[in-house]
């Protein structure tokens, strides 16, 4: 029989699977299937700035008054609310949609954050165990069903829409450009079989799949998932403790010393790319076996290791990456990169957020928003200079961020042992 916690573990994992099939699916098609001025990068845009609005505000609030199980559920209405949107795509249903759901996103992702830190420490003290070490194993069965979501909502859209199975030819001298020489000023749309936009009845049959998915996944967290912070929920909510000190907390955070950066999953596209869709399901299935892997092995090396290991890879990789020249010849190489970024984004991934959870244990709401404006703020950056600035030169600013956290994450471990740690 498994545990109570581990169940509700598997239930939250299985909700965040089938509603980010549908997101991400979506998210991933937005600049073909919405491609008329920019809207569905524009809508992205929108999307991780109102993340950014919504982390300063409301997941302390929500979270306190709603708890856990049913600011999760909310959350996840705002999400099906942007696939509403792009049934009719325009720009007076995708912007209002696309705001809702970065306002319920934050509060849906530290949420879950919080409900799996609670329900590792409460199994940790029923076995007797270290918390951080239950933390890491619930944080990687989640991560591990949950980054699969990206091969589904693939899958879906594949199925539905077809596959165009011609490669075009790229001319040498074209080629020439491939790579960090890549500026996206020559690359040619008619190589591009996904800038072309499907009939619109698959694209509503898709939509309508894609809400349905969502739908499904509200359901599943408000009808099995237990609501195991409700005796605090209710303590809160007698007490009420001045509403600005809650509403304010995530600010009251962002002086603590222990929030670090971390390189995020950018995607490399270049002027000659046949296969992106399947290097997204090679990065989502490497994503998604790490993650249980190295939320179990954490227990055995620490999470310091992982973190090196993560550093390790993510820097090989782009130091390759300025030097590699895409080529049709060097097909395996496309499927090489995905899969060490996969499992590099692993390990930050669960790493961090446990280590976020075991970090701040009063401040679990506050200090997850914190994780999530900063990650949100990362993305609105890069789709800000996505546009104008050269693929080398991308390379060099996630450089530089890596090389940032190598610095900075050390001073984090080694300044929180010296600090006396309440059960």
């Keep these: 029989m498994i545990s109570r916690n581990f169940k509700n573990v598997l239930v939250v994992s299985i909700g965040f699977l089938s509603l980010f099939t549908a997101y991400g699916g979506l998210q991933s098609l937005q600049s073909s299937l919405n491609a008329e001025e920019g809207m569905g990068v524009a809508s992205l845009s929108v999307i991780y700035a109102s993340i950014i609005i919504s982390s300063m505000f409301l997941p302390p609030i929500m979270i306190k008054n709603l708890g856990c199980k049913w600011t999760i559920v909310a959350g996840m209405a705002c999400y099906v609310s942007y696939s509403f949107g792009n049934l009719y795509p325009g720009w007076y249903t995708l912007m209002p949609t696309s705001v809702i759901l970065g306002l319920g996103g934050s509060p849906l992702w530290s949420a879950k954050c919080t409900y799996l830190t609670i329900a590792g420490n409460s199994q940790a003290a029923k076995d007797g165990k270290k918390g951080s070490d239950v933390i890491n194993q619930y944080f990687g069965i989640f991560f591990f069903i949950f980054q699969s979501s990206a091969v589904w909502g693939n899958l879906m859209s594949s199925l539905i829409f077809g ?18 020489a890549d500026c996206g000023l020559s690359v040619n749309s008619s190589s591009n079989s996904t800038t072309t936009r499907p009939e619109q009845k698959l694209v509503w049959t898709l939509v309508g799949c894609y809400i349905g998915v969502g739908v499904l996944a509200m359901l599943i967290v408000a009808v099995f998932l237990d609501n195991i ?14 509403f600005w000190h809650t509403f304010l907390a995530t600010f009251r955070l ?22 992106r869709r399947l290097r997204d399901d090679v990065f989502g299935a490497t994503n998604s076996l790490c993650s249980f892997l190295f939320g179990r092995l954490a227990r055995y090396t620490g999470r310091a290791a992982l973190f090196f290991l993560a550093a390790l890879t993510n820097f090989a990789c782009i130091i390759a990456l300025l030097y590699w020249r895409p080529h049709p010849n060097q097909l395996g190489v496309f499927f090489v990169f995905p899969a060490l970024w996969g499992m590099a984004d692993a390990i930050w991934q669960t790493q961090t957020n446990a280590l976020y959870g075991v970090l701040f244990p009063r401040e679990k709401e506050a200090a997850f928003a914190n994780y999530r404006m900063w990650e949100s703020l990362g993305f609105v950056i890069a789709f800000a200079y996505s546009t104008f600035l050269c693929l080398e030169y991308k390379l060099y600013i996630l450089l530089a961020v890596l090389v940032l956290t190598v610095i900075t994450y050390p001073i984090v471990e080694y300044r929180d042992t010296r600090i006396p740690r309440c059960p």
Excluded: M
Excluded at 171 to 178: A, G, K, R, S, Y
Excluded at 229 to 242: V, Y
Excluded at 263 to 275: E, G, K, R
């Design 254 to 275: 962002l002086k603590d010393w222990r929030l670090v950066p971390h390189p995020s999953h950018h995607n490399y596209v270049t002027c000659w790319d046949p296969f």
């Design 163 to 180: 596959q165009d199975a011609n490669i075009v030819d790229i001319p040498d001298e074209q080629l020439q450009t491939c790579g960090t």
């Design 229 to 242: 912070d409700r005796n605090t929920t209710s303590e809160f909510r007698g007490n009420r403790e001045p």
